[in-house]
């Protein structure tokens, strides 16, 4: 099976503009779920998706969003762009969002520079 | 809210050495899932190992297991007979309905 894969790797972005990024999850996988990593705060939780629905927030400003699609596939927005959002972005994917099928497995990230 | 600590924000280790590394929780759920991921310089996250919380049995996958101890909310990691490619920012994380919470991590250093 192939793992979470996440386009693109890498993105640099000016301040005040916006981006979206793409996850995909492993095949048969509904949850999709979205972290942000910096090395000041570390990894901290963005939202979950599962069967299209946001199930979970974090504690982040509504510039943050996101989607899932039927295929499970998910893009998250972010617009107005400020420097503290550059990060490294992980997307992770999981059978279920609950029992013994929740272990989630992660993509390489997105690198985000916002110049 | 869950939260989740590892008080050793680096650690080192001789190759073939064993090697503890702590995490401690809190919680007032007790239906929950605990993890340890392995981030290699790489920045990949791997799934190292998984302790579910109504299991007293200690998970264990190959050179790594953990000791979990549910009354005392802690949750470490050992690491027998350390490799080099062992090296790596390892992080505990919380699993509860729709979310996993991490600690702060733990860079482990392993010396030939």
């Known amino acids: 099976k192939a793992g979470v894969t996440q386009t693109p790797r890498y993105l640099i972005k000016t301040r005040g503009q916006q981006v979206t990024l793409s996850c995909s999850p492993i095949s048969g996988h509904r949850s999709v779920s979205w972290y942000q990593q910096t090395p000041g705060q570390g990894l901290q939780f963005l939202f979950e998706?599962?069967?299209?629905?946001?199930?979970n927030k974090g504690n982040f400003p509504g510039r943050f969003s996101g989607r899932q699609f039927s295929n499970s596939r998910s893009e998250m927005n972010v617009s107005t762009l400020e420097l503290g959002d550059s990060a490294l972005y992980l997307c992770?994917?999981?059978?279920?969002?609950?029992?013994?099928?929740?272990?989630?497995?992660f993509g390489p990230g997105t690198r985000l520079t916002v110049l | 809210a869950q939260t989740v600590t590892q008080s050793q924000p680096e650690m080192s280790v001789q190759e073939a050495e064993t090697v503890t590394l702590s995490c401690t929780y809190d919680t007032s759920e007790s239906d929950y899932y605990l993890f340890w991921y392995k981030q290699p310089p790489s920045r990949q996250m791997i799934l190292v190992i998984r302790q579910e919380a109504y299991k007293q049995q200690n998970a264990t996958e190959n050179r790594f297991s953990v000791n979990f101890q549910k009354a005392a909310k802690s949750f470490s990691l050992k690491i027998s007979d350390s490799q080099l490619g062992d090296a790596a920012m390892y992080f505990c994380?919380?699993?509860?309905?729709?979310?996993?919470?991490f600690g702060e991590g733990t860079q482990l250093t392993v010396n030939p």
């Open positions: 998706y599962f069967s299209e629905t946001q199930r």
């Open positions: 992770a994917s999981s059978f279920s969002t609950s029992g013994v099928y929740n272990e989630q497995f």
């Open positions: 994380a919380y699993r509860s309905s729709f979310r996993l919470t």
